[in-house]
């Protein structure tokens, strides 16, 4: 897809994405391991700041979305936490961070977007510190056969409506990039991932 006409279907859903500040149905989700995030923290695609709640040990978050209307709707709330965070409109695939800026990098929800998620896990690497974590909360290609088949009817039109991918292979990405993997749990028929990650040494 154009890269205009896929902003242009993230900032058509900003509004249903800033409901979800008030009550999150992914709140159990987002608190298995956001609360891991520490130090200096860079979040990609943070949508309308749904993980920002979750955060207790940051000291100054980057977030980063190429929807202006999703980073509208969390530059409302940004005031309410305690810590310092920056905002800014870009687009992961092309923004440039200096090596090793980051303690933590925080994903959610956007490997079903990108055209080169390995291009971008490779990215993370290079913006980690070396004793830094990288945590994923995404959703993908589930365990289930049944569902499995559902996600492989329902992908193209997903796509097409909504620009998010419903049956991607999330580990095979992680494992191909030049990250390590240090723990992965499943929920929802294994729809669900939570990835612990770090640079390979
Ligand atoms: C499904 S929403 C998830 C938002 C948020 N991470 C959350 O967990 O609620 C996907 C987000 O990824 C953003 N996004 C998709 N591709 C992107 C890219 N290449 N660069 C920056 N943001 C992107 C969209 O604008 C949207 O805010």
Same mark, same amino acid.
């Given at each position: 897809m154009?890269?205009?006409a896929h902003i242009r279907k993230f900032d058509k859903q900003a509004k249903k994405y800033e409901k979800l500040q008030k009550?999150?149905?992914?709140?159990?989700?987002?608190k298995r391991i956001i609360p891991d995030a520490d130090g200096k923290t860079l979040e990609v695609a943070i949508g309308t700041g749904l993980n920002l709640p979750y955060y207790r040990n940051v000291t100054? &978050?980057? !977030? $980063?979305?190429?929807?202006?209307?999703? @980073?509208?709707?969390?530059?409302?709330?940004?005031?309410?936490y305690p810590f310092e965070i920056n905002l800014e409109q870009a687009d992961v695939e092309t923004i440039h961070f200096e090596k090793n800026?980051?303690?933590?990098?925080?994903?959610?929800?956007?490997?079903?977007?990108?055209?080169?998620?390995?291009?971008?896990?490779?990215?993370?690497?290079?913006?980690?510190?070396?004793?830094?974590k990288v945590l994923m909360l995404?959703?993908?290609?589930?365990?289930?056969?049944? &569902?499995? !088949? $559902?996600?492989?009817?329902?992908?193209? @039109?997903a796509y097409k409506m909504i620009g998010c991918h419903q049956?991607?292979?999330?580990?095979?990405?992680?494992?191909?990039?030049?990250?390590?993997?240090?723990?992965?749990?499943?929920?929802?028929?294994?729809?669900i991932y939570f990835i612990w990650a770090r640079?390979?040494?």
């Amino acid at each position: 897809m154009d890269k205009d006409a896929h902003i242009r279907k993230f900032d058509k859903q900003a509004k249903k994405y800033e409901k979800l500040q008030k009550k999150d149905p992914t709140a159990r989700f987002r608190k298995r391991i956001i609360p891991d995030a520490d130090g200096k923290t860079l979040e990609v695609a943070i949508g309308t700041g749904l993980n920002l709640p979750y955060y207790r040990n940051v000291t100054e &978050l980057t !977030g $980063i979305d190429f929807s202006s209307e999703m @980073l509208n709707a969390a530059s409302k709330i940004t005031h309410s936490y305690p810590f310092e965070i920056n905002l800014e409109q870009a687009d992961v695939e092309t923004i440039h961070f200096e090596k090793n800026s980051f303690d933590t990098i925080v994903s959610s929800l956007s490997f079903c977007s990108y055209e080169n998620p390995v291009q971008i896990l490779n990215r993370f690497q290079r913006w980690s510190k070396p004793d830094g974590k990288v945590l994923m909360l995404e959703h993908g290609k589930s365990t289930n056969r049944m &569902l499995r !088949g $559902i996600q492989r009817g329902i992908d193209p @039109l997903a796509y097409k409506m909504i620009g998010c991918h419903q049956q991607r292979d999330i580990i095979g990405f992680v494992d191909e990039s030049q990250l390590e993997v240090l723990k992965v749990e499943r929920a929802l028929a294994g729809l669900i991932y939570f990835i612990w990650a770090r640079p390979q040494k």
